[in-house]
């Protein structure tokens, strides 16, 4: 199985302190070592660094934990192969371009004898179950929709479309396009929102405490959502099986809405 790392942002936001913890957990502190990836949206753009080694040893890991890149969507995944070999094409996160955007995916866990009827542009380049679920569920949303549609509808879409693919085994996932995060639980996944008024946190996996009241302003938000805890000492809430969440400017829908 892997893991899973998403920050959905109010304002462009560092994610070193959590990437750092998140890293320990590819062959340090967890035997999650068979590739790593992460992906940055920059407006429309984005930056994506995938690697077949483990995130604890990767000088390009390494790199990154060390020139803090700046997003309001975050995606990072560590591998621990089950399905595909440890190749540098079968490492999260994936990406496709839809409706002019560029769409991000990384999943966790096993979708057994899965090989979904796959045409047009969305094929899978490596070997695994969750590229074929990124692929199927690229070309799904493509036939649902003519153009982008709101944040909303996709929603509510992936409501219909990701039951079929949990029908062949779990399937905890992180899917963005830039503005929004759907974040689905099939048997574990956790989040927290941090805001104002910011406090000191500690990760679980490496020996650094931040208080983020020294690095943010009143306006700044993060939603942070990872498949196990990264912290000691914040309030995390575990999703439900079969929950899907989305985050918009660092808060669930839900939340969102009703600040507005």
């Known amino acids: 199985m892997c893991q899973l790392l998403g920050l959905n942002c109010a304002t462009p936001t560092d994610a070193s302190f959590s990437f750092t913890g998140f890293c320990q957990r590819g062959g340090a502190t967890d035997h999650h070592a068979d590739g790593w990836g992460i992906a940055f949206f920059e407006g429309r753009g984005l930056r994506l660094f995938i690697d077949h080694d483990s995130a604890a040893n990767s000088r390009m890991a390494e790199f990154l934990r060390s020139y803090p890149l700046k997003s309001k969507n975050i995606l990072a995944h560590v591998r621990k192969a089950t399905i595909g070999e440890v190749m540098l094409e079968n490492a999260h996160p994936f990406t496709r371009e839809l409706w002019g955007r560029h769409w991000v995916f990384a999943?966790?866990?096993?979708?057994?004898?899965?090989?979904?009827?796959?045409?047009?542009?969305?094929?899978?380049?490596?070997?695994?179950?969750?590229?074929?679920?990124?692929?199927?569920?690229?070309?799904?949303?493509?036939?649902?929709?003519?153009?982008?549609?709101?944040?909303?509808?996709?929603?509510?879409?992936?409501?219909?479309?990701?039951?079929?693919?949990?029908?062949?085994?779990?399937?905890?996932?992180?899917?963005?396009?830039?503005?929004?995060?759907?974040?689905?639980?099939?048997?574990?996944?956790?989040?927290?929102?941090?805001?104002?008024?910011?406090?000191?946190?500690?990760?679980?996996?490496?020996?650094?405490?931040v208080n983020f009241a020294d690095l943010n302003q009143p306006g700044d938000r993060a939603a942070v959502i990872v498949t196990t805890p990264l912290t000691r000492n914040e309030q995390w809430t575990a999703f439900e099986p079969g929950e899907l969440k989305v985050f918009v400017d660092g808060l669930p829908v839900e939340l969102v809405r009703a600040v507005l």
């Open 107 to 209: 999943h966790n866990g096993d979708l057994k004898d899965y090989f979904p009827k796959l045409h047009g542009a969305f094929q899978p380049v490596g070997t695994t179950d969750s590229e074929r679920a990124f692929c199927w569920l690229m070309q799904e949303l493509a036939k649902s929709h003519a153009s982008l549609p709101s944040v909303g509808e996709l929603t509510h879409t992936l409501r219909e479309l990701i039951p079929q693919i949990t029908a062949f085994g779990s399937a905890n996932l992180l899917l963005s396009h830039g503005e929004a995060m759907w974040a689905h639980c099939s048997t574990k996944l956790h989040y927290l929102v941090r805001q104002h008024p910011f406090a000191q946190a500690t990760l679980m996996d490496h020996d650094w405490t």
